[in-house]
């Protein structure tokens, strides 16, 4: 390994460190406190905390996710290959460890004790989902695994053929409609903190992609014309922007034109949907969000 690989997997980890720990900061100051379930191996920790406190006040959170972790780690491990279980053992472990240290050093309720009883649970949830989307979003761009859930999910994409984008929502939603679900006592059903569990999980998802993504609101333009250079200009005019040339030709008229292919800003979108009219009134032209962007953009 030369010196360049070794700089890079390190600052690698070093966002997946900073990701991971902004999660625990929202799950110790924020989630458990209030006791919120947003999904994932620490909602589950929320909902049976209650069971496992039982066992004695040196079972804690921290030690519930050192188990859980380490379970699913291994059975990631023989499932998912020696690739994975060396992926996410840091993830897995180091989670854990910065919770434990918390436990030692802080009160959980350090922020929230001011907070007034009305908005009590708003500051928790809006705090919760920031911290935590913006901990996944480092952990997720730069290619690294928060441990947990992530290795079961990966499992269930790849032994029940679901995506895995799917197979993360699934888990959060039902980790989430269970917590309202309370055998203690009597039995109950809790739709406010399911509510918040719902808010919490699609806001979380909203800032990870946000992060991970680099999501902004880009747009990419495909025009099919018989004008290409006018508009390649009319394009460059407006926004400075590359574009690309593709052959094309109607499937019924069996007529000959190019597409005109743009990735732009949203705004920028607007413009030139708008400024076509006046260069090919007969153009056709479709814009399409775009998420993702790889290689270079200005």
Same mark, same amino acid.
């Given at each position: 390994m030369n010196k360049e690989y070794i700089k890079k997997r390190l600052i690698q980890y070093i966002y997946i460190a900073v990701g991971v720990i902004l999660l625990d900061i929202g799950f110790y100051f924020f989630i458990s406190p209030a006791r919120l379930v947003l999904g994932g191996m620490m909602g589950v920790s929320v909902i049976l905390e209650p069971f496992y406190s039982k066992l004695g006040s040196w079972f804690t959170d921290s030690i519930f996710l050192f188990i859980a972790n380490g379970v699913v780690l291994i059975i990631g491990g023989i499932l998912l290959g020696k690739d994975f279980f060396l992926k996410t053992i840091f993830s897995s472990v180091f989670s854990p460890l910065i919770i434990?240290?918390?436990e030692q050093?802080?009160?959980?309720?350090?922020?929230?004790? /001011?907070?007034? /009883?009305s908005g009590y649970y708003i500051i928790a949830l809006v705090c919760s989902s920031i911290l935590s989307g913006l901990g996944?979003?480092?952990?997720?761009?730069h290619n690294g695994s928060t441990g947990g859930l992530d290795v !079961?999910?990966?499992?269930?994409?790849?032994?029940?053929h679901i995506p895995y984008s799917k197979t993360m929502y699934l888990t959060d939603w039902v980790i989430v409609f269970i917590s309202g679900f309370s055998f203690i006592g009597r039995f109950s059903y809790n739709i406010e903190m399911v509510i918040y569990g719902v808010l919490g999980v699609l806001a979380i998802s909203q800032i990870t992609d946000a992060i991970a993504l680099n999501a902004r609101n %880009? %747009?990419?333009?495909?025009?099919?014309?018989?004008?290409? /250079?006018?508009?390649?200009?009319?394009i460059y005019e407006l926004t400075? %922007?590359? !574009?690309?040339?593709v052959d094309a030709s109607g499937g019924y008229t069996g007529a000959h034109k190019t597409m005109v292919i743009c990735t732009m800003?949203?705004? /920028?979108?607007y413009k030139i949907t708008e400024a076509l009219k006046g260069i090919d009134p007969h153009a056709f032209c479709?814009?399409?969000?775009?998420?993702?962007?790889?290689?270079?953009?200005?």
């Open positions: 434990l240290l918390f050093t802080c009160d959980p309720n350090f922020f929230l004790k /001011e907070v007034s /009883e996944l979003g480092l952990a997720l761009k !079961v999910q990966k499992i269930m994409s790849k032994y029940l %880009r %747009r990419t333009a495909y025009i099919i014309t018989e004008k290409p /250079e006018e508009i390649k200009n009319l400075d %922007r590359g !574009v690309t040339f800003e949203k705004n /920028e979108a479709y814009v399409s969000a775009t998420k993702e962007i790889v290689g270079e953009y200005l």
